[in-house]
């Protein structure tokens, strides 16, 4: 702390100086349950890794789909935050159901 006013600009000199930036921070769901999504994320990971083992000669393509933005107007944000640095921002979307589709497509399981 100077001690003194300084203008916008002159701050973000100083900022910029110190290694900030201006970035769009990751959005997470307010009401997002980590422990859900990383219990989800590793038991996917498994079965992705199994199909892959099973006959590794046949390439195997993993495709999702997330629908939570569907009707949603973004919202343009930006924070100071450390260069290497990206900051996460909780948000609310509004919309009380989340949906996920994924699909492993696998030629000899149909």
């Excluded at 000199?13 to 990383?38: C, I, K, N, S, W």
């Excluded at 498994?46 to 006959?55: G, N």
């Amino acid at each position: 702390m100077i001690g003194r006013l300084v203008s916008p600009r002159r701050g973000t000199d100083y900022l910029g100086r110190l290694g900030f930036t201006r970035q769009v921070p990751r959005p997470r769901h307010a009401e997002a349950d980590a422990l859900a999504q990383e219990v989800f994320k590793a038991r996917f990971r498994r079965r992705v890794q199994a199909l892959q083992q099973e006959d590794p000669d046949i390439p195997l393509e993993v495709w999702a789909m997330d629908e939570h933005r569907v009707g949603l107007k973004p919202v343009l944000r930006r924070v100071w935050a450390p260069c290497g640095c990206r900051p996460v921002a909780r948000g609310h979307q509004r919309f009380e159901w989340m949906y996920l589709a994924g699909l492993v497509v696998h030629p000899l399981n149909p």
